[in-house]
């Protein structure tokens, strides 16, 4: 399938090689010199000349809107999937009948998988996420530089880390109230929030917290849950999911679920996929915890 890649970031080129992979003929749009694919500087000469199926937004998360409204316009209408968050801020495109997704690939981390499936006849009592990496260490090149370290690009981590958001409401039902506190209060060089936590109520569970931050030297991505019948940690860092005292290890490089992702995407199995109306309650929480941060009170969706 020819396939059209939007940046070429970090993630970008992530995105590049496993589609290559994956056996697709690969071009890109960038600015940049010295890319490896075939390379278009403007999405119309790229739809225009190179054709393509299927396209992946990759570019800064500020773009995104620009750019997806310009592909609808140019009028590709193949399946598109837009890195995370869908936008920066509220957008309204005509979506509706478009086979549109965006990249909220750790629904196919495989403990995800597993714990969803163990959670489906019980009942969550409380919930507590925690995701932490620090910054310098986690972007390649000057850390000041990328757009995680600016607010204007769409960086921070309520965006940022925003998978703990969407995957928490795939497992425990969509948010109903939230509160939250957070900012800059590390001594890195950025003007985006460096930490962040959550207190909500879900559809499916009264109690969930979750912390984000910038300043993990060691990465942690780690969920506690409990129900009324086990208690469960999943670790998805080191790919362990813990049933009371018993521990089962689920084998998962980092390319592993963009690489299943893709698969099912081009397969047309859009069922773990994440829809335009669940990354928008992604963004949705996302606003209203800022708007919790200023007004320090309950936001009610």
């Known amino acids: 399938m020819k396939t059209l890649v939007i940046g070429f970031g970090s993630i970008g080129q992530r995105h590049c090689r496993i589609l290559l992979e994956l056996g697709c003929r690969v071009a890109v749009v960038s600015c940049q010199d010295s890319i490896p694919f075939p390379v278009y500087r403007t999405m119309a000469e790229a739809l225009q000349e190179f054709k393509p199926e299927y396209v992946v ?53 495989p403990v995800l998988h597993q714990l969803k499936q163990r959670l489906r006849s019980q009942s969550v009592i409380s919930v507590q996420v925690y995701a932490g990496q620090y910054l310098p260490a986690w972007r390649p090149g ?17 965006r940022d880390l925003s998978h703990e958001l969407d995957y928490t409401q795939w497992l425990f039902g969509t948010w ?5 506190v957070g900012g800059h209060y590390s001594h890195l060089e950025i003007d985006s929030e460096d930490a962040v936590s959550l207190l909500m109520s879900t559809n499916d569970c009264p109690i969930v917290n979750i912390q984000m931050n910038y300043l993990d030297r060691a990465r942690r991505r780690e969920i506690l849950i409990n129900t009324d019948a086990h208690t469960y940690r999943a670790d998805l860092v080191q790919n362990t999911l813990q049933t009371d005292d ?10 592993a679920t963009y690489l299943a992702q893709h698969q099912a995407l081009l397969a047309g199995d859009f069922t773990t996929l994440c829809s335009v109306a669940e990354a928008q309650e992604t963004l949705n929480l996302i606003l209203n915890a800022e708007q919790s941060i200023i007004e320090g009170g309950w936001m009610i969706r």
Do not use: M, W
């Open 57 to 109: 937004i990759a570019n800064r998360t500020s773009e995104h809107c620009d750019t997806l409204a310009g592909l609808l316009a140019i009028g590709h209408d193949g399946p598109i999937l837009v890195e995370k968050p869908l936008f920066d801020k509220p957008h309204h495109l005509p979506l509706h009948q478009q086979k549109v997704f965006v990249g909220y690939n750790l629904r196919f981390h």
């Open 142 to 158: 000057d850390y000041r530089d990328c757009y995680s370290a600016r607010r204007a690009k769409g960086g921070g981590v309520l």
């Open 176 to 180: 109903t109230r939230v509160v939250a």
């Open 246 to 255: 018993c521990t089962e290890t689920y084998p998962c490089d980092l390319d």
